[in-house]
């Protein structure tokens, strides 16, 4: 992730082959590529999910919609192996740094939305994507996971007019 050759000991990898130092480097590097591929492809489905959008709204259930159907295909298995194999600081904040970055477009739509405490509202709606991403993965079928909590989804963003706005104010 950040910088492969330094993962596992905070050093470069110099030292003979016969140490395993070198092999620990080229896992890193093999890691690390295969991380940041996974998140490009991910990234490149939900920014395709989202470009139709017309709205606010319609780009959070596009970009959950999108969420689901690939953790119905396990494209999150991995980044929660990741999380979870003890792996050096700099790699954890990088898999926090990817993931960041590939959530930005449901936040930036939340906060366009006026909701208030836009960051605590964009936390709170995610929950909702990681229990239905947990209940797909468990085996729940996807058509009706999604269709449950794009209702759900939609209930936090929309005011009670059938405005754009969270319930609360905004928007």
Do not use: K, W
């Not at 890691?31 to 939900?46: D, I, K, M, P, W």
């Not at 396990?74 to 993931?99: F, K, Q, S, T, V």
């Not at 996971?145 to 963003?157: D, F, G, P, S």
Request: with cysteine; aromatic share 2%.
């Amino acid at each position: 992730m950040a910088t492969p050759a330094t993962e596992t000991s905070g050093e470069p990898a110099t030292s003979s082959p016969g140490s395993g130092r070198q092999e620990a480097a080229s896992s890193a590097a093999l890691l690390a590529t295969v991380t940041e591929e996974a998140f490009r492809r991910s990234n490149e489905a939900l920014t395709r999910a989202t470009a139709a959008a017309r709205g606010p709204v319609e780009r959070v259930e596009a970009f959950f919609r999108e969420s689901l159907r690939l953790g119905a295909e396990g494209a999150h298995r991995p980044d929660a192996a990741l999380m979870n194999a003890g792996l050096p600081p700099a790699c954890l904040e990088r898999l926090r740094e990817l993931h960041r970055e590939q959530v930005e477009p449901f936040r930036a739509a939340v906060r366009e939305l006026g909701a208030p405490e836009p960051e605590l509202t964009a936390d709170l709606i995610a929950g909702m994507l990681h229990t239905a991403l947990a209940a797909v993965e468990s085996g729940a079928p996807l058509e009706t996971v999604t269709r449950r909590t794009l209702a759900l989804v939609r209930r936090c963003l929309v005011a009670r007019d059938g405005t754009e706005g969270t319930p609360e104010g905004g928007g």
